[in-house]
């Protein structure tokens, strides 16, 4: 499976962006998908995440209220809408794939290449 992150790009705060995630190689039936962000000099982390069917969506408690999953499994695709956008959101967005349930770094199976998001104040 490859996943091709793209939508990054520099945004002033308050601004908006969407990312897609597009999946090729195989279906991803049963894959529940998500996105995770790396900051400079952080360690990745969880962002938010869509059940295969779409019926069940989590997030971190920091873009609750800005940030929206969703999917289109006809198009293998999944999308992040990020609205009110923070200099703190600033970082390279990671979308990944992953058969269990478990959003730890450690537990996905697929990544995409990463696309990068900056936010000036």
């Known amino acids: 499976v490859q996943l091709q992150a793209s939508g990054g790009g520099l945004v002033q705060a308050g601004g908006s962006l969407r990312l897609s995630c597009a999946a090729s190689?195989?279906?991803?039936?049963?894959?529940?998908m998500g996105w995770f962000s790396q900051a400079p000099g952080k360690e990745r982390e969880f962002v938010s995440s869509i059940s295969w069917s779409g019926g069940r969506t989590t997030c971190a408690d920091s873009v609750k209220g800005r940030f929206t999953i969703s999917r289109d499994n006809a198009k293998n695709t999944m999308y992040l809408q990020m609205n009110s956008l923070k200099p703190e959101d600033t970082a390279v967005y990671y979308c990944?794939?992953?058969?269990?349930?478990?959003?730890?770094?450690?537990?996905?199976?697929?990544w995409g290449q990463g696309t990068l998001v900056t936010v000036s104040s």
């Open positions: 990944a794939a992953t058969y269990g349930s478990r959003w730890f770094v450690e537990s996905i199976d697929y």
């Open positions: 190689g195989r279906t991803l039936k049963s894959y529940a």
